[in-house]
Every structure is written in structure tokens, then in C-alpha cells.
């Protein structure tokens, strides 16, 4: 059974920086992208793409809101991160880690529809 979870979400204040975990199992992902989304309260319909990597983790692509301030990595096939610096208020989400079939090398995706298999989710809260 596939599982993918998320941790290491929290309240902080802005200008801090958190960085969250995502840990796969159940199988080697090994030809998936992996990607990172979140939901903003109140906003139950709209998930917004932040960040994802390829595969081997060479290469990146991330959401124009957070380009520059977060950045995702892949520790191995099943793990990854998203470090996220200078947080403000509007970062504060839900957020999740989902993994889309993507065997060709460097391949990413930044489409919601476009991933597999989804985590629950963890929120993290940037006070002002």
C-alpha cells in the first residue's frame, strides 16, 4: 500500500524559515516526479503548485510566489524536502507532497492532475 506523509509543519513568524519532509512508501519511486502543493485556508477548490523535483532530483521547478524563498530536494527516491526561508503570512497553507509518474530523466511535473498519489497534508501558519 502506497503512502505518502507529510511533517514539519507549524507556526512560525515571518522572516523564519521551516522546512518540511516527505516520506513515500510502498513502493520505489524511482520514476516519479515528486511535487509539493498547498491550500490556503478558505480555499477548499484551489491547490496551488509550489515546487518539484525530477526524479534523480537534478532538476527543479517551483511556483513564482515562492521562487527564490523555498527550495525542494531529494534526499533518495522516497524522501523529500522542501526548505522554506523568509516566510511570509500568505504562505500559510496546508501543505502536500504528491508523487506523478515521470520516467524520463528530468521530467517534472506542475499540474494537480498530474500526480498519483497524494499525503494528507501538513499546515504551517506564518503569524506577521
Known amino acids: 500500500q502506497v503512502q505518502v506523509v507529510e511533517s514539519g509543519g507549524g507556526l512560525v513568524q515571518a522572516g523564519d524559515s521551516l522546512r518540511l519532509s516527505c516520506a513515500a512508501s510502498?513502493?520505489?519511486?524511482?520514476?516519479?516526479?515528486m511535487g509539493w502543493f498547498r491550500q490556503a485556508p478558505g480555499k477548499e477548490r484551489e491547490r496551488e503548485f509550489v515546487?518539484?523535483?525530477?526524479?534523480?532530483?537534478?532538476?527543479t521547478y517551483y511556483g513564482d510566489s515562492v521562487k527564490g524563498r523555498f527550495t525542494i530536494s531529494r534526499n533518495n527516491a522516497n524522501t523529500v524536502y522542501l526548505q522554506m526561508s523568509n516566510l511570509k503570512p500568505e504562505d500559510t497553507a496546508d501543505y502536500y507532497c504528491?508523487?506523478?509518474?515521470?520516467?524520463?530523466?528530468?521530467?517534472?511535473?506542475?499540474?494537480?492532475?498530474?500526480?498519483?498519489?497524494w499525503g494528507q497534508g501538513t499546515q504551517v501558519t506564518v503569524s506577521s
Open positions: 504528491a508523487a506523478a509518474y515521470c520516467p524520463g530523466y528530468g521530467c517534472y511535473r506542475t499540474g494537480v492532475k498530474d500526480y498519483n498519489y
Open positions: 510502498g513502493r520505489t519511486f524511482s520514476s516519479y516526479a
Open positions: 515546487a518539484t523535483a525530477s526524479w534523480s532530483g537534478g532538476r
